[in-house]
């Protein structure tokens, strides 16, 4: 729920679009694993401690600790395979 990196940048490398916002290439846009990990709409009560919320969790691009895409951490796996405790 607290991500060590809360904040990731990304570059934009073609033209494109986000959420029917144009983004130019050479953008840098931010995206903040914290905030997503504390929507309420996802995590409710994201501040309490409450291991059993991961009996059920959302889905896997909702939970971004390591980051996401081509440049996520190559740590991910290795964690994923620790007990699950050590994994949250
Ligand atoms: C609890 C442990 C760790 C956390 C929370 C963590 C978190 C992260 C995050 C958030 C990123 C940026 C991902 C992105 O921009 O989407 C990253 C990148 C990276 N991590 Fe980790 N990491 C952990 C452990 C490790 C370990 C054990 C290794 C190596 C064995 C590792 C190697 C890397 C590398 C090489 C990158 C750069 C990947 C790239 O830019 O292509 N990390 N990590």
């Known amino acids: ?6 904040l990731l940048t990304r570059t ?6 986000l ?6 290439a050479g ?3 931010a995206f903040s694993p ?3 990990h504390h929507r309420r709409d996802l995590y409710p009560e994201p501040d309490r401690f409450d291991p059993d ?4 969790p959302p889905d ?4 971004l600790p390591f980051g996401g895409s081509a440049r996520k ?3 991910d796996r290795f964690c994923e395979d620790l007990p699950q405790p050590c994994e949250h």
């Open 1 to 6: 729920m607290y991500p060590p990196a809360w």
């Open 12 to 17: 934009v490398t073609q033209d494109t679009e």
């Open 19 to 24: 959420g029917g916002k144009p983004l130019l």
């Open 27 to 29: 953008t840098t846009i």
């Open 34 to 36: 914290y905030l997503i």
């Open 53 to 56: 919320r991961w009996l059920n």
């Open 60 to 63: 896997r691009s909702a939970y």
């Open 73 to 75: 951490c190559i740590g």
